[in-house]
């Protein structure tokens, strides 16, 4: 039984148009069912943080909705129009930008060449190198723009990766464990950075992290999972309230 709160932690009023919508989905590896029926609501503008233990199928449900892999049953909408069999692509292209719990970046290229692959996906496509200067400059990457991904520390890294989803002016951006391989104040420079480009770009924004300071302090409700099912939809202030959810992390007492 999913508990629901109404109103959100981080937002001064809570957005009311339902930009995606994911009803019943179900995805299944062979005999294992990683999700199983999960229904999801991102209103334009929000902040949705989606947490649960390890395994309950948080990166399953991202990589369905943005199309790395096919759901086995159910259904994804973007801005009312039904997604559910479009390609990665051409859900990238309708305004769904993704990154990575392992960060796949070229290493090779400079930071700039790395964000400029990210506007490959804009369409209507012009307006390309503006796009890409201003996910640099958001993600404060100016001064690092000519150096070599493989050159820079993890944390910075990082910010290109969320910079190079930004070049495309997404309307939905989703993004797994961006706090991964951070220290304590890198992880408070994420949070803001979050929070500017919310406002900054005004896209929807679904954050995955372990790091329950970042997620409960950027988001506006969360939702948890737990071995494929939604346990608990609200304000995050609530989320560790209720019994169910303390139970998915800690165990039955």
Known sequence: MTDTEVGGAAASAPPVAERLIVHGL??????????????????????????????????????????VIPNSMGTVELDGQDITRWSRVRRAKAGLARTFQNLQLFKDLTVRENVRVGTHAMYPSHGRVQAMEDAIELLGLERLARMVVSELPNGHQRRVEIARALASRPKVLLVDEPAAGL?????????????????AQGCSIIVIDHDMSLVLRVADRVQ??????????????????????????????
């Open 183 to 199: 220290n304590d104040a890198e992880t408070a420079e994420l949070r803001l950075l979050l929070g500017n480009v919310r406002l």
């Open 224 to 253: 948890v999972l737990d071995e494929g099912h939604v346990i608990f939809v609200g304000a995050p202030k609530n989320a560790f309230q209720q019994r169910n959810v303390v139970e998915a992390y800690l165990g039955a007492q």
């Open 26 to 67: 179900v995805r299944r590896f062979g005999g294992v069912t990683a999700l199983a029926g999960v229904d999801l609501v991102l209103h334009t503008g929000e902040v949705l943080g989606l947490i649960g233990p390890n395994g309950s199928g948080k990166t399953t449900l991202l990589n369905c909705i943005s199309g």
